[in-house]
């Protein structure tokens, strides 16, 4: 089966300061991998995405995320945060295997102090 | 821009009524999904269609069933409301041969508190 594990549920950073969000997957074959963000009220916006080919893809915001097949991670980067990053951000995980359904991660809310 | 459309953003309703959530997406795709996402839960999967009339039960199907009679539309339906199906619904839609190269695309989610 397969199952996504975000570790951190809240994480606070300075506005201007990196961040990166951390996200590890179960998943038996090649996985499709995303990052989707939710602000508050909101539904879910799609970040990014990998499916092959480079392992580190560039996404809206000036997001970024490394595909690391040893570890089964896919964390999120960001070089410097702004505070309308405040959201919360979910990881989430599918494959051929799976048919077409995503498993999403539990989230990580993230708080932006200026 | 796929749209996906929830009709209500908040809904209240009484322990024992029956509750339909509607969805209804723009864009022709084949998929749709509905999700309940419940702080420290994450987004769990109800139900889910690959095509018009067919529903497959998702990870939490239990106390919910589905209709989807038009490509377009996909309602969520609660037999009979209970306070612990309180939560956000969202639901979701993908194209049919390339539904996780796209990803989903999200509405904005019914938030329903029954009392």
């Known amino acids: 089966a397969q199952s996504v594990t975000q570790p951190d549920i809240h994480i606070t950073v300075s506005e201007g300061a990196s961040l990166e969000l951390r996200c590890n997957y179960s998943?038996?074959?090649?996985?499709?991998l995303f990052w989707y963000v939710q602000s508050p009220g909101q539904g879910l916006q799609l970040l990014l995405k990998?499916?092959?080919?480079?392992?580190l893809v560039q996404g809206i915001k000036g997001f970024e995320a490394e595909f690391k097949r040893s570890q089964s991670s896919f964390n999120l980067r960001k070089p410097s945060v702004h505070w309308s990053d405040a959201a919360e951000y979910f990881c989430?995980?599918?494959?051929?295997?799976?048919?077409?359904?995503?498993?999403f991660g539990t989230g990580t809310q993230l708080k932006v102090e200026l | 821009d796929v749209k996906v459309t929830q009709s209500s953003r908040y809904l209240v309703k009484r322990t024992g009524e029956k509750v339909f959530l509607e969805c209804v997406q723009d864009?022709?795709?084949?998929?749709m999904f509905w999700y309940r996402q419940d702080p420290g839960l994450g987004l769990r999967l109800i139900y889910f269609?690959?095509?018009?009339?067919?529903?497959e039960k998702g990870d939490i199907p239990e106390g919910y069933s589905v209709s989807r009679e038009k490509k377009e539309r996909f309602s969520l339906i609660l037999e009979s409301a209970s306070t612990n199906q309180t939560s956000m619904y969202l639901c979701?839609?993908?194209?049919?041969?390339?539904?996780?190269?796209?990803?989903?695309?999200f509405g904005s989610g019914t938030r329903l508190t029954v009392v």
């Open positions: 979701a839609s993908s194209p049919g041969s390339e539904a996780l190269r796209s990803g989903y695309t």
């Open positions: 998943y038996g074959a090649t996985p499709y």
């Open positions: 990998y499916f092959s080919g480079d392992t």
């Open positions: 989430a995980v599918g494959g051929r295997g799976g048919g077409n359904k995503l498993t």
């Open positions: 864009m022709d795709h084949e998929n």
């Open positions: 269609s690959y095509d018009v009339k067919m529903k």
